[in-house]
Nanobody, 125 residues
Framework: QLQLVESGGGLVQPGGSLRLSCAAS????????VGWFRQAPGKEREGVSC????????NYADSVKGRFTISRDNLKNTVSLQMNNLKPEDTGVYYC??????????????????WGQGTQVTVSS
């Protein structure tokens, strides 16, 4: 059974950076699309970024393009999200999720069958 654990969240000032990591155990992430989602207080969870398994193609929400970079390290069985130039509106709980049925990405969170517990990111001065 695949288990995902996020780390790297914290409190950062606007303009700062954080690097989130999603570590997998039980199964290898090599075969699955992996996404990062976030949920701000009082809002629905939204997709942030995704990386496919087949060709490591990536996609990003418009709100984070040019600031966030998703990558995978198959040797370490991890997927990371480098977040630069953070803004207060980036605040929320960040979740990683694996799409167990496909190596491709998806914008629909219902396509992702395995989720981590989340890590809090707070951007505030």
């Amino acid at each position: 059974q695949l288990q995902l654990v996020e780390s790297g969240g914290g409190l950062v000032q606007p303009g700062g950076s954080l690097r989130l990591s999603c570590a997998a155990s039980g199964l290898t992430l090599d075969y699955y699309g992996v996404g990062w989602f976030r949920q701000a207080p009082g809002k629905e969870r939204e997709g942030v970024s995704c990386i496919s398994s087949s060709d490591s193609s990536t996609n990003y929400a418009d709100s984070v393009k040019g600031r966030f970079t998703i990558s995978r390290d198959n040797l370490k069985n991890t997927v990371s999200l480098q977040m630069n130039n953070l803004k207060p509106e980036d605040t929320g709980v960040y979740y990683c999720a694996a799409r167990l049925s496909s190596p491709a990405c998806s914008d629909y969170e219902g396509d992702f069958g395995s989720w981590g517990q989340g890590t809090q990111v707070t951007v505030s001065s």
